[in-house]
T-cell receptor, first 113, second 113 residues
Framework: NAGVTQTPKFRILKIGQSMTLQCAQD?????MYWYRQDPGMGLKLIYYSVGAGITDKGEVPNGYNVSRSTTEYFPLRLELAAPSQTSVYFC????????????FGDGTRLSIL | DAKTTQPPSMDCAEGRAANLPCNHS???????VYWYRQIHSQGPQYIIHGLKNNETNEMASLIITEDRKSSTLILPHATLRDTAVYYC??????????????FGTGTRLTIIP
Protein backbone atom coordinates (compact mmCIF):
# COMPACT_ATOMS: atom_id res chain seq x y z
CA ASN A 1 0.00 0.00 0.00
CA ALA A 2 1.92 3.06 -1.27
CA GLY A 3 -0.41 5.75 0.17
CA VAL A 4 0.37 9.19 -1.28
CA THR A 5 3.28 9.29 -3.74
CA GLN A 6 4.91 12.52 -4.88
CA THR A 7 7.41 12.98 -7.70
CA PRO A 8 9.99 14.33 -8.10
CA LYS A 9 11.53 14.53 -4.61
CA PHE A 10 13.85 17.40 -5.56
CA ARG A 11 13.96 19.87 -8.41
CA ILE A 12 15.81 23.04 -9.33
CA LEU A 13 14.18 25.42 -11.81
CA LYS A 14 15.28 28.62 -13.44
CA ILE A 15 13.10 31.70 -13.16
CA GLY A 16 10.36 31.60 -15.78
CA GLN A 17 10.46 27.86 -16.36
CA SER A 18 7.41 25.69 -15.85
CA MET A 19 6.93 22.28 -14.32
CA THR A 20 4.33 19.89 -12.98
CA LEU A 21 4.52 18.31 -9.55
CA GLN A 22 2.96 14.89 -9.58
CA CYS A 23 0.78 13.38 -6.85
CA ALA A 24 -0.88 9.98 -6.83
CA GLN A 25 -2.82 8.12 -4.16
CA ASP A 26 -3.97 4.52 -4.14
CA UNK A 27 -6.43 4.71 -1.25
CA UNK A 28 -9.46 5.70 -3.35
CA UNK A 29 -9.73 8.97 -1.45
CA UNK A 30 -12.11 11.55 -2.88
CA UNK A 31 -10.39 14.56 -1.40
CA MET A 32 -6.90 15.70 -2.36
CA TYR A 33 -4.87 18.77 -1.37
CA TRP A 34 -1.71 20.66 -2.20
CA TYR A 35 0.19 22.53 0.52
CA ARG A 36 3.43 24.44 0.53
CA GLN A 37 5.75 24.85 3.49
CA ASP A 38 8.30 27.62 3.65
CA PRO A 39 11.32 27.28 5.98
CA GLY A 40 10.34 27.40 9.67
CA MET A 41 6.66 27.86 8.86
CA GLY A 42 3.52 25.78 8.94
CA LEU A 43 1.80 24.44 5.85
CA LYS A 44 -0.38 26.65 3.68
CA LEU A 45 -3.11 25.28 1.42
CA ILE A 46 -2.66 26.03 -2.29
CA TYR A 47 -5.51 24.11 -3.96
CA TYR A 48 -7.80 21.25 -3.09
CA SER A 49 -10.19 18.90 -4.85
CA VAL A 50 -13.27 17.08 -3.58
CA GLY A 51 -13.45 14.71 -6.52
CA ALA A 52 -12.58 14.19 -10.15
CA GLY A 53 -13.32 17.31 -12.14
CA ILE A 54 -13.80 19.52 -9.07
CA THR A 55 -11.07 21.82 -7.76
CA ASP A 56 -11.00 24.97 -5.68
CA LYS A 57 -8.51 27.57 -4.47
CA GLY A 58 -6.94 27.48 -1.05
CA GLU A 59 -5.10 30.18 0.85
CA VAL A 60 -2.21 30.80 -1.58
CA PRO A 61 -3.25 29.80 -5.13
CA ASN A 62 -1.54 32.54 -7.15
CA GLY A 63 1.05 31.21 -9.59
CA TYR A 64 -0.32 27.66 -9.55
CA ASN A 65 -2.86 25.58 -11.41
CA VAL A 66 -4.32 22.14 -10.77
CA SER A 67 -6.41 19.55 -12.53
CA ARG A 68 -8.17 16.41 -11.34
CA SER A 69 -9.20 14.19 -14.21
CA THR A 70 -9.18 10.97 -12.14
CA THR A 71 -9.56 10.05 -8.48
CA GLU A 72 -5.96 8.89 -8.22
CA TYR A 73 -4.00 11.85 -9.60
CA PHE A 74 -3.82 15.51 -8.63
CA PRO A 75 -0.97 17.32 -10.41
CA LEU A 76 0.14 20.84 -9.50
CA ARG A 77 1.37 23.09 -12.29
CA LEU A 78 3.77 26.03 -11.99
CA GLU A 79 3.61 28.05 -15.20
CA LEU A 80 6.21 30.80 -14.68
CA ALA A 81 8.47 29.85 -11.81
CA ALA A 82 9.44 32.68 -9.45
CA PRO A 83 11.92 32.70 -6.54
CA SER A 84 8.98 33.16 -4.13
CA GLN A 85 7.81 29.67 -5.08
CA THR A 86 10.92 28.08 -3.59
CA SER A 87 9.39 25.80 -0.99
CA VAL A 88 8.57 22.23 -0.02
CA TYR A 89 5.31 21.06 -1.57
CA PHE A 90 3.13 18.43 0.08
CA CYS A 91 0.22 16.56 -1.41
CA UNK A 92 -2.41 14.99 0.84
CA UNK A 93 -5.59 13.00 0.50
CA UNK A 94 -8.50 11.97 2.70
CA UNK A 95 -11.80 10.19 2.66
CA UNK A 96 -14.86 12.34 2.30
CA UNK A 97 -16.87 10.90 5.16
CA UNK A 98 -17.00 12.67 8.48
CA UNK A 99 -13.84 13.72 10.23
CA UNK A 100 -11.30 11.54 8.45
CA UNK A 101 -7.64 12.58 8.77
CA UNK A 102 -5.48 13.64 5.86
CA UNK A 103 -2.62 11.43 4.68
CA PHE A 104 0.47 13.20 3.34
CA GLY A 105 3.16 12.39 0.84
CA ASP A 106 6.85 12.93 1.58
CA GLY A 107 7.03 16.18 -0.35
CA THR A 108 8.81 17.77 -3.28
CA ARG A 109 11.64 20.21 -2.52
CA LEU A 110 11.62 22.90 -5.19
CA SER A 111 14.23 25.62 -5.64
CA ILE A 112 13.80 28.47 -8.11
CA LEU A 113 17.07 30.16 -9.04
CA ASP B 1 -11.38 27.60 11.96
CA ALA B 2 -10.40 28.50 15.50
CA LYS B 3 -6.86 29.71 16.14
CA THR B 4 -4.53 27.57 18.25
CA THR B 5 -1.63 28.53 20.49
CA GLN B 6 1.24 26.17 21.26
CA PRO B 7 4.59 26.64 22.97
CA PRO B 8 7.35 26.92 20.36
CA SER B 9 9.54 24.22 21.90
CA MET B 10 9.70 21.58 24.63
CA ASP B 11 12.15 18.98 25.85
CA CYS B 12 11.34 15.59 27.34
CA ALA B 13 13.55 12.83 28.71
CA GLU B 14 13.51 9.55 26.85
CA GLY B 15 11.12 7.05 28.43
CA ARG B 16 9.06 9.74 30.17
CA ALA B 17 5.63 10.96 29.18
CA ALA B 18 5.63 13.97 26.87
CA ASN B 19 2.71 16.33 27.48
CA LEU B 20 2.14 18.86 24.73
CA PRO B 21 -0.39 21.63 25.47
CA CYS B 22 -2.59 23.52 23.05
CA ASN B 23 -4.92 26.44 23.66
CA HIS B 24 -7.95 26.91 21.41
CA SER B 25 -10.11 29.29 23.40
CA UNK B 26 -12.26 30.32 20.41
CA UNK B 27 -13.21 26.78 19.43
CA UNK B 28 -16.81 26.28 18.42
CA UNK B 29 -19.11 23.38 19.04
CA UNK B 30 -18.61 21.66 15.69
CA UNK B 31 -14.82 21.87 15.59
CA UNK B 32 -12.58 18.90 16.20
CA VAL B 33 -9.07 19.03 17.65
CA TYR B 34 -6.48 17.26 15.52
CA TRP B 35 -2.84 16.52 16.18
CA TYR B 36 -0.23 15.92 13.50
CA ARG B 37 3.52 15.71 13.69
CA GLN B 38 6.30 16.31 11.21
CA ILE B 39 9.57 14.47 11.56
CA HIS B 40 12.59 16.09 9.95
CA SER B 41 10.74 17.73 7.04
CA GLN B 42 8.87 14.56 6.07
CA GLY B 43 5.18 14.87 5.30
CA PRO B 44 2.96 15.50 8.33
CA GLN B 45 1.76 12.36 10.08
CA TYR B 46 -1.68 12.11 11.61
CA ILE B 47 -1.63 11.22 15.33
CA ILE B 48 -5.08 11.55 16.87
CA HIS B 49 -8.21 13.69 16.95
CA GLY B 50 -11.22 14.29 19.19
CA LEU B 51 -14.32 16.40 19.70
CA LYS B 52 -14.96 16.54 23.45
CA ASN B 53 -14.15 13.15 24.94
CA ASN B 54 -10.66 11.98 25.74
CA GLU B 55 -9.23 9.73 23.07
CA THR B 56 -6.47 7.12 23.00
CA ASN B 57 -4.87 5.15 20.21
CA GLU B 58 -1.65 3.21 19.73
CA MET B 59 0.39 6.38 19.35
CA ALA B 60 -0.95 8.81 21.93
CA SER B 61 -3.72 10.08 24.18
CA LEU B 62 -5.66 13.29 23.74
CA ILE B 63 -7.11 15.04 26.77
CA ILE B 64 -9.63 17.82 26.04
CA THR B 65 -10.79 20.05 28.87
CA GLU B 66 -14.47 20.13 29.71
CA ASP B 67 -14.89 23.64 28.30
CA ARG B 68 -12.92 22.53 25.20
CA LYS B 69 -10.73 25.62 25.32
CA SER B 70 -7.53 23.62 25.61
CA SER B 71 -6.15 20.15 25.08
CA THR B 72 -3.05 18.09 25.80
CA LEU B 73 -1.41 15.48 23.63
CA ILE B 74 0.31 12.78 25.68
CA LEU B 75 3.01 10.51 24.32
CA PRO B 76 3.18 7.98 27.17
CA HIS B 77 6.76 6.71 26.75
CA ALA B 78 8.69 9.07 24.54
CA THR B 79 11.47 7.69 22.35
CA LEU B 80 14.11 9.48 20.31
CA ARG B 81 11.99 8.85 17.21
CA ASP B 82 9.30 11.09 18.68
CA THR B 83 11.51 14.14 18.15
CA ALA B 84 9.43 16.22 15.75
CA VAL B 85 7.30 19.33 15.32
CA TYR B 86 3.81 18.73 16.68
CA TYR B 87 0.85 20.64 15.26
CA CYS B 88 -2.44 21.18 17.05
CA UNK B 89 -5.19 21.98 14.55
CA UNK B 90 -8.83 22.86 15.04
CA UNK B 91 -11.05 21.99 12.14
CA UNK B 92 -14.71 22.37 11.33
CA UNK B 93 -16.76 19.41 10.23
CA UNK B 94 -16.84 18.95 6.48
CA UNK B 95 -18.82 21.62 4.68
CA UNK B 96 -19.38 20.31 1.17
CA UNK B 97 -15.85 18.99 1.17
CA UNK B 98 -13.95 21.95 2.54
CA UNK B 99 -11.71 19.97 4.86
CA UNK B 100 -8.68 22.17 4.74
CA UNK B 101 -6.22 22.07 7.62
CA UNK B 102 -4.80 25.29 8.98
CA PHE B 103 -1.28 24.66 10.28
CA GLY B 104 0.40 27.00 12.72
CA THR B 105 4.09 26.81 13.61
CA GLY B 106 3.63 23.98 16.13
CA THR B 107 5.77 22.80 19.05
CA ARG B 108 9.24 21.47 18.40
CA LEU B 109 9.56 18.50 20.78
CA THR B 110 13.07 17.25 21.47
CA ILE B 111 13.51 13.93 23.25
CA ILE B 112 16.65 13.94 25.37
CA PRO B 113 18.56 10.62 25.74
Amino acid sequence: NAGVTQTPKFRILKIGQSMTLQCAQDMNHNYMYWYRQDPGMGLKLIYYSVGAGITDKGEVPNGYNVSRSTTEYFPLRLELAAPSQTSVYFCASSLSEGNQPQHFGDGTRLSIL
Amino acid sequence: DAKTTQPPSMDCAEGRAANLPCNHSTISGNEYVYWYRQIHSQGPQYIIHGLKNNETNEMASLIITEDRKSSTLILPHATLRDTAVYYCIVRVLPNFGNEKLTFGTGTRLTIIP
